[in-house]
């Protein structure tokens, strides 16, 4: 079953910020196997700033919703098996594309 789209925007920002952390735990993982591991995930510094920025949007007003993938899909695209939290990027963008889920009951 998907998961719904958050309701309110704070549900939403909530799940920007759940990303974050996600991304913050893996690097802190991988420092201990950076050697090895470090290779593979070449996309966390540039996920990590999209979503900050994303978070920094919503923060000052500037955040819009829109019919578009948000910048930092190419990365899921391209990494989704080396990103454990893959549904909850794409969560958050389909959000983004498709506006909350006011009409959940």
Known sequence: MEERR??????YVRLVEQAIGEV???????????EEE???YVF??????ALTELRASMADGSYHF???DLPYMKLVN???????????LA???????????IDAA
Do not use: C, M, V
């Open 44 to 49: 966390l510094e540039p996920l990590e700033k």
């Open 24 to 34: 913050h735990d893996l690097r802190a993982g991988l420092d201990y196997d950076i």
């Open 78 to 88: 391209r990494f989704r098996r080396s990103i454990p939290f893959a549904k909850l």
């Open 66 to 68: 829109a019919n578009e």
């Open 6 to 11: 958050p309701r309110t925007p704070e549900e």
């Open 91 to 101: 969560r958050i963008n389909e959000t983004h594309r498709k506006g909350l889920d």
């Open 38 to 40: 470090g290779a593979r």
